[in-house]
């Protein structure tokens, strides 16, 4: 017979045991996550480091070996053009969404079905677009394997994602600073420029830091787009090749000669720091920022 | 003249007539600029925002025109069809419904909608408890000083290229699987419904679990970073509240933290689901980028439409009807039906979250 108020043992001890089991899982998933990481950047670092060569950053490719400074001035030129157009087109569409589009209360609103395909299209394949990029800009318009249809197709990739990053960005400025400028009798466009945009550019930044990053790494849209060729980029739009650092990588994993494989590693290793270096950069502006708003 | 100052009073004036004569042509266009500047905002931001609307509709038309001849010769074959058949490209060409196309040629897709399906079936299986915990570990267990490298290592896990994240399944995993994990996990299975895709043979690494794993690994940051931000947004004191009645962290989490963010966890979910169906070039170089194979067991080689569509497009060219070019067309369309679907599944669900609950006592 139980006596009232003494605590049940069995059942304390099986949620004990569960609360262990809860503690230990969750770091085991942890370890899951972060063990590959680290697994894949040494792996690869591993591999490219014992036969790295620094030449390979001042060669062209030349068949299946040879060095990457096509690739690498190539990957350079495309995300120059995708800062350009979709630095541009994202964060003009970002400020839009955020500050100008009409609000109302409708369900189907205008501003609704913009922020909608923004989202639908973030969630397209980028394959699918490098397929239309092929059929459409390639092909139908003759402009061959070139450097606008890869930074259009790399750019229709991360507006979506520059939007969004810029729109939050935006909606974290206090409303009081867009107040005070208006009681201040500034024109909206005015202190969108030199107030509410200014405080966000932190976010702004960051955002476009990652999308470079992320259109850095890409293969997919690139390939019949961008073509690839082993002369340096040459400052035409249309009608020329642009190689690209990806690839190497997709191209010479499967070739048989250990020359094609280093290609492969030393490339990806390039790949490894080009976008490290963006990751960290983007990592500082927001640290940077966090520094200035705690005091 | 005052407001202008700096672009106008740096050299001091000859005469005040000609002083105020350039104040105030200057402050006319000053003030014209900034009269238009507001619209030139405006405008440009319709245009902007008005590009993704645009590319879809694009998207849709090129991939719709082209796909139009295998849609009608093809017919509900293409789904059900699990027979890639490019036919004869230097034979005959013959006429179906009016459309040109290589004799023998029929093309049906369903090993591709299969493989692509059951590779991000795996993935999402296997990366959504990951991602939990691992969000639980940064966000509640671990001290900031360990917790921010740690997310910054998520952080670079999603920034790593999928063609190097190939090229390390392909190379370096995926042999080792086949050659340590593989067999002692197939040579123990017995021969009873489900765990018999489990049985032998293994194969060389590259296949259907493999690219399940790898397409895991590469949607674990999505979720996980989704995750801690919806984590942190849960106000500390119904969890502390929860503690205060002698709940243990295990039963706050799953009865407290869980339920305040589920929605949001399956919205996460779809994200990382929609990334994995249309992922392209880690597939392309795991699965073994076959057309015709639905893989008997997990091990075996299979394909998916994206690595179809990478692999196959160049090729398709030699057939000078355009019809395999169609067929992979075709493809694309049922890829981004698909994956748009999940998109738009998941953003249904937390819209319709967020129009019902405020849970009891949610504090700012």
Request: charged share 10%; with cysteine; proline share 6%.
């Amino acid at each position: 017979m139980a006596v009232i108020g003494e605590p049940d043992r069995s059942a304390t001890r099986s949620r004990r045991r569960r609360e262990v089991v809860f503690r230990m899982s969750t770091l085991v998933a942890l370890v899951l996550v972060v063990g590959p990481a680290a697994w894949i950047l040494l792996g690869v670092v591993l591999r490219a480091l014992p036969h790295w060569r620094w030449s390979v950053l001042v060669t062209p490719t030349q068949g299946a070996a040879g060095g990457l400074s096509n690739a690498i001035l190539g990957t350079l030129a495309l995300m120059a053009g995708v800062l350009v157009v979709a630095g541009t087109l994202g964060v003009l569409a970002g400020v839009f969404l955020s500050e100008l589009a009409p609000v109302t209360g409708r369900r189907w609103s205008v501003t609704g079905i913009l922020h909608s395909a923004t989202d639908v299209l973030a969630g397209v394949p980028s394959i699918t677009l490098g397929f239309v990029g092929y059929l459409a800009l390639v092909l139908a318009l003759h402009w061959g394997y070139s450097l606008l249809p890869a930074v259009l197709v790399l750019s229709v990739m991360v507006v979506p994602y520059i939007a969004k990053s810029t729109e939050s960005a935006l909606r974290q400025v206090p409303t009081s600073y867009r107040e005070g400028a208006e009681a201040l009798g500034m024109r909206q466009g005015y202190a969108l420029r030199k107030l509410v945009l200014r405080s966000a550019m932190p976010g702004v930044a960051t955002g476009l830091l990652i999308a470079l990053a992320i259109s850095s790494g890409e293969t997919a849209p690139l390939l019949y787009t961008a073509g690839f060729t082993n002369t340096l980029p040459k400052a035409a739009l249309i009608h020329h090749p642009v190689a690209y650092l990806t690839y190497p990588v997709w191209n010479f994993y499967d070739y048989p000669t250990p020359a094609a494989h280093y290609l492969a590693y030393d490339a990806a290793l390039v790949l490894l720091a080009l976008v490290l270096i963006l990751l960290i950069a983007a990592r500082l502006v927001v640290a940077r920022t966090q520094r200035y708003a705690d005091r | 003249m005052a407001i202008l100052g700096g672009a106008t009073g740096a050299a001091p004036p000859a005469s005040p007539v000609k002083a105020m004569r350039r104040a105030s042509l200057a402050r006319r266009i000053a003030t014209a600029g900034l009269a238009h500047e507001s619209r030139v905002w405006k405008i440009g931001g319709w245009l902007a925002a008005s590009v993704p609307l645009g590319s879809l509709v694009f998207i849709l038309v090129v991939l719709g025109h082209k796909a139009w001849p295998s849609v009608i010769v093809n017919g509900t074959h293409f789904f059900t069809g699990s027979a890639w058949k490019p036919g004869s490209t230097y034979g005959t060409t013959v006429h179906t419904h009016g459309f040109a196309h290589p004799a023998g040629s029929s093309y049906g897709a369903w090993p591709l909608i299969a493989g692509t399906l059951q590779t991000s079936a795996i993935a999402v299986v296997l990366a959504v408890p990951i991602s939990l915990g691992a969000a639980f570990a940064l966000t509640e267990r671990l001290p900031g000083w360990l917790s921010r490298p740690l997310g910054f290592a998520v952080e670079i896990l999603a920034g790593i290229p999928s063609v190097v994240i190939g090229l390390w399944g392909v190379l370096t995993l995926g042999p080792i699987l086949a050659q340590d994990v593989y067999p002692a996990i197939a040579d123990h299975m017995p021969d009873v419904p489900v765990l018999s895709y489990f049985r032998n043979p293994v194969g060389h690494g590259e296949g259907l679990l493999t690219t399940g794993l790898v397409l895991g690994l590469m949607i674990v940051p999505i979720i996980t970073a989704t995750t801690c931000d919806l984590f942190s947004q849960v106000p500390p004191l119904p969890k502390e509240g929860g503690l205060a009645l002698g709940m243990t962290d295990a039963e706050v989490a799953r009865r407290v933290t869980l339920p305040w963010v589920r929605t949001g966890i399956i919205g996460a979910t779809l994200l990382g689901l929609g990334r994995a169906l249309g992922e392209t070039m880690a597939v392309a170089m795991i699965s073994g980028a076959a057309l015709n194979t639905i893989s008997p067991n997990v091990f075996g080689t299979m394909g998916t439409i994206a690595a179809a569509i990478v692999t196959q497009l160049d090729s398709s060219f030699t057939d000078g009807t355009g019809f395999a070019t169609s067929a992979l067309a075709e493809a694309a369309v049922v890829l981004v039906v698909i994956t748009v679907l999940a998109n738009l599944v998941a953003r249904l669900i937390i819209a319709r979250s967020a129009r019902h609950g405020v849970p009891v006592g949610r504090a700012g």
